[in-house]
Nanobody
Framework: QVQLVESGGGSVQAGGSLRLSCTVSGNTYRAYRMGWFRQSPGKEREGVAAIDNRGTTSYADSVKGRFTISQDNAKNLYLQMNSLKAEDTAIYYC???????????????????????WGQGTQVTVSS
């Protein structure tokens, strides 16, 4: 079972930067996708950035050019957030889904329904 623990959230002024980390344990899947999502009060959870085991990435239009998703050799996940805006304020979640079966491919996805494992979230607050 994959376990995900986010860290790195906090408060920052508009224009500033934060780096979120997601410590991953139990990811022994042959193929997988991982992603960052966010949810603000009164809004649905939305996909921010995603990556698959081949290194393909995808970003929401609202964060393209400002956010960068990456992964290290231990499969821990990161989200570098630059030029932050007040509308980026939300709880940010790390998510994953994988498969150990041969012949299964996990393509990148920003859909909530494409993931089965979730972290507890970390708060990001951007003040204008």
């Amino acid at each position: 079972q994959v376990q995900l623990v986010e860290s790195g959230g906090g408060s920052v002024q508009a224009g500033g930067s934060l780096r979120l980390s997601c410590t991953v344990s139990g990811n022994t899947y042959r193929a997988y996708r991982m992603g960052w999502f966010r949810q603000s009060p009164g809004k649905e959870r939305e996909g921010v950035a995603a990556i698959d085991n081949r290194g393909t990435t995808s970003y929401a239009d609202s964060v393209k050019g400002r956010f960068t998703i990456s992964q290290d050799n231990a499969k821990n996940l990161y989200l570098q957030m630059n030029s932050l805006k007040a509308e980026d304020t939300a709880i940010y979640y790390c998510a994953a889904r994988g498969s150990s079966a041969w012949g299964v491919f996990m393509t990148v996805s920003l859909l909530v329904t494409a993931y089965t494992n979730w972290g507890q979230g970390t708060q990001v607050t951007v003040s204008s």
